[in-house]
């Protein structure tokens, strides 16, 4: 008798452990699984970052390049015409042709700075700066019994 009932006490007390550890076991593999999402989720908000900031750059860096290009040119044009008119004004004899170069000196560079500006304007500013992405909270590790 003493026997039966030892042997119900560990068949029973066995089940019991078992059922506990099956469902613990359960509740680690949606915990493992979880994680592993989260862990997902935050490389590819991650990467889709770093994407954007390649391409922030890119972009910053072919406006910074083609707005360098157009004030080049405008300096050179504007470095030519100003000798230009020195010029015409040097060879002008009397007050009213030095004051007419003088003029057209001034009309050209004012054409010379309406076209950098038209040119400057026309140039595709960068996107604005990607915001980085917020890190979502781990997932919590269920209590264990």
């Known amino acids: ?21 099956s469902a613990v076991a359960a509740e680690n593999s949606e915990y493992k699984a979880s994680v592993e999402a989260w862990k997902a989720a ?18 910053k860096q072919n406006y910074s390049t083609a707005k360098k290009a157009i004030n080049e040119k405008f300096k050179t044009d504007a470095a030519a ?7 015409a004004v040097e060879a002008a004899t009397t007050a009213e042709a030095k004051k007419a ?7 050209e560079i ?7 500006n038209s040119a400057i304007a026309a140039l595709t500013k960068p996107t ?18």
Do not use: F, H, Q, W
């Not at 008798?1 to 550890?21: D, E, F, G, P, Q």
């Not at 935050?42 to 972009?59: F, P």
């Not at 170069?101 to 009309?107: F, H, L, M, R, V």
């Not at 004012?110 to 950098?116: F, G, T, V």
């Open 1 to 21: 008798m003493k026997n039966k009932l030892i042997a119900v006490a560990i068949l029973s007390i066995s089940a019991i452990v078992t059922n506990t550890t």
């Open 42 to 59: 935050n490389k590819a908000a991650n990467d889709s970052y770093k994407a954007s900031v390649e391409s922030y750059k890119a972009g």
């Open 81 to 87: 015409s100003k000798a230009k008119t020195k010029a």
């Open 101 to 107: 170069a003088k003029a057209s000196g001034k009309a």
């Open 110 to 116: 004012d054409s010379l700075i309406a076209a950098r």
């Open 128 to 145: 604005a700066k990607p915001v980085k992405p917020t890190k979502t909270e781990k997932p919590v590790k269920p209590a264990s019994n």
